[in-house]
């Protein structure tokens, strides 16, 4: 009898979380992570990058709905989006279904990521790298919000946790950066973890937002995959008003723009920023500094 052979989620010390590899699809290491494909009967296919999961084919679009359309929902018109990070292109996939979005700019540090995404998740990215709003930039993150000439009306960061190679795109330098880079009125939004086994890092991203925007705060998602409860993406923006707008105004903008969605809907993105009392304690921590 063939032994089932496991993968596990290693990113929070005394959990594992396993997925049995149906098939191994791919395994490797790139210049810059471990990379494993494999398929799993409940979640498709499953990418780890150092023994961190960072997506399945079953419930990405909960994710990419929520990290694309609330933030160019809520600023209305929005033509010009950065994505940081974000290699598999689920989520530049979801920006695109905006006809508003005149140009996408995605900057990714490991082309093999953006490869290998490609070729094994033409499912969800296919009709990206057809779509002449499109550009790929394969550079640093924080070197590109540094050194660009160009401003966002949105700025999204699809990173992996703050370990490794993701840790700078976690720092205050960073976030300065990307606020250099964004219109008058832009907004910002990030991945922020699990807070009930990672509150350290939403709050202190929520202390470097304080420090620089107007307006600092997160929403809340629920996605499988990312075990421990609520996940947070935060939220940045000198126009405080963006993140509390009607249902009735979200309603009217998500018509027009036509999107067919599976998780996202106004209501749901109203609702999403009633956080619940332990997050809301963790964002009040980063704005006090405790």
Known sequence: MTETRLYSETLHPGIRFSFEADRLLFEDKTEHQHLVLLENRLFGKV??????????????????EMMSHVPILAHGAATDVLIVGGGDCGLAEEVLKHASVERLVQVEIDAAVVEFSKQHFAEMNAPV???????????????????TDKRFDVVIVDSTDPIGPGAV???????????????????????????????????????????LFADASAYVICVPTYIGGHMTLGWASDDADLRQLSVDTLRTRFDRAGLETRYYTPEVHAAAFALPRYIEDAVEAGKSGT
């Open 169 to 211: 795109l976690f720092t205050r330098a960073f976030y300065a950066a990307v606020k250099k880079c964004l219109k008058p009125g832009g907004v910002l939004v990030t991945q922020n973890g699990v807070p009930f086994l990672q509150a350290d890092e939403l709050t202190a991203s929520i202390g470097h937002f304080d420090a």
């Open 47 to 64: 990418l780890l990058l150092d023994g961190v999961t960072q997506v399945t084919t079953a419930d990405e679009f909960i994710y990419h």
């Open 129 to 147: 790298f057809t779509d002449a709003r499109f550009e790929l930039v394969i550079a640093d993150g924080v070197d590109y919000v540094k050194t």
